[in-house]
């Protein structure tokens, strides 16, 4: 990486991740190594959330291949194994149709260099209908891996089925590597207009189905592990909406505190949701992580209600910055979608947090108490958008 620095604020999500997978180990040299081996696997992810820019198409496919590995290492495991058939079909199916985009660009334009393709299809030598096809498919690749819908189910997957110390870092890994993806592709563009324009309208289409279908998913979830997914499938379409008004002309990422703050409010929420009772009703008692540890339940919250964009988090303020760029590119549907979401991702985020410290129960908290790991990874989520968010408030 040419620069250090870009992996501080990741740090914490990375900490989280491996204080859940190396505290339980039992004592002795070969449970320290059954657990070190995997834990060993998140760094490359994490490296990938510091650096998305630095990720192709076949960094991209590796990284999917390694989650997709360290899922269906425990074969016991009927919802890890379920999570990683899933994301080998849609995101093998996914490569596949964008290198045969690309190979389609190189035959139609005769170079492979991006750049070189432009002009050359610039001159009309060939069908409009090939070009654009081919544009299409290349940024197929993007739009599944940021995992707005129709293709949010394996982030839903992956938060339910994968493993507390995993799913944070994989979900967010592969999430920015299809930002990565979607930000290189209009970037290579150019000045080819007519390319801009159909890859832009295509990613604005993109962005509208992620975000009113992932605000209709994220209201029927019924586990607190899926909303957490939904969330994130609503971040993509943050994502994709940032592209469609002109986020991704330069290289970089179109909000380059997205990736970091995505991995810190998953490494919370996620860990918070694994503590709270499936549908349970608001005038119930507080799970025993509230009830015990009230604190470290903030904490969690606080990671639940960035991810979901609410006033006075680091997360609200990427979606204002989404909300300005569309007003000021007079996207009216889109910035219409992205209101929808957000209203969505902010009553079920709210409805989440009253869930998790329930009604006031009398008496003594519970004795036993909620594993520290769990509690560390809580504060480290936390600590680490705190962090964040005064990086964002800085002049």
């Known amino acids: 990486m040419s620069d250090p620095a870009a992996f501080l604020p990741v740090l914490p999500a990375l900490l989280a991740a491996l204080v859940l997978r190396l505290a339980p180990a039992g004592r002795g040299a070969r449970a320290w190594a059954g657990a070190l081996l995997p834990a060993v696997a998140l760094v490359p992810l994490a490296w990938a959330i510091a650096a998305p820019g630095r990720i192709a198409l076949p960094g991209a496919a590796l990284l999917a291949a390694l989650v997709v590995a360290l899922l269906a290492r425990d074969r016991a495991d009927t919802a890890q194994s379920e999570c990683a058939l899933k994301l080998t079909w849609v995101l093998a199916a996914a490569f596949a149709l964008t ?6 660009l190189t035959i139609a ?5 991006p750049r070189e393709q432009w002009p050359a299809l610039a001159l009309h030598l060939d069908p409009f209908a090939l070009w654009t096809s081919a544009l299409a498919l290349t940024l197929l690749a993007g739009v599944v891996l940021l995992g707005g819908a129709p293709f949010h189910f394996w982030l839903a997957d992956v938060l339910h089925g994968a493993p507390a110390w995993l799913a944070p870092l994989a979900a967010a890994a592969l999430q920015a590597c299809g ?6 592709r ?30 209709a998913t994220l ?10 997914g939904s969330l994130a499938g609503l971040q993509g379409g943050l994502v994709l909406a940032a592209l469609a ?51 470290s339940a903030a904490a969690g919250a606080y990671a639940l209600l960035s991810l979901a964009g609410v006033p006075g988090t680091p997360g609200a303020a ?30 079920v985020a709210v409805r989440e947090v009253r869930r998790a410290f329930g009604a006031f129960a009398p008496g003594p908290p519970p004795a036993s108490a909620v594993p520290w790991p769990a ?21």
Do not use: K, Y
């Open 375 to 395: 509690r560390a990874a809580l504060w480290c989520g936390a600590a680490g958008l705190v962090g964040l968010a005064l990086r964002l408030v800085r002049p």
């Open 245 to 295: 008004a002109g986020g991704g002309a330069a290289p970089g990422a179109p909000l380059p505190a997205w990736p970091a703050h995505l991995a810190l409010a998953l490494a919370g929420a996620g860990t918070l949701a694994r503590f709270l009772a499936v549908g349970a009703a608001l005038d119930e008692p507080a799970p025993v992580l509230a009830r015990r540890h009230p604190w």
């Open 99 to 104: 290198w045969a985009g690309d190979s389609l």
């Open 179 to 184: 930002a990565a993806l979607l930000t290189q």
């Open 186 to 215: 209009l970037a290579s563009l150019g000045t080819f207009a007519p390319g801009l324009a159909l890859a832009r309208g295509v990613l604005a289409l993109a962005a509208a189905l992620a975000l009113v279908g992932g605000a």
């Open 318 to 347: 990427l979606w204002l910055a989404v909300a300005r760029a569309l007003a000021a590119t007079h996207h009216v549907p889109l910035l219409a979608a992205l209101a929808l979401a957000w209203l969505t991702a902010f009553a």
């Open 109 to 113: 334009s005769g170079s492979a260099v």
């Open 219 to 228: 209201a029927g979830q019924r586990r607190p592990e899926r909303r957490v």
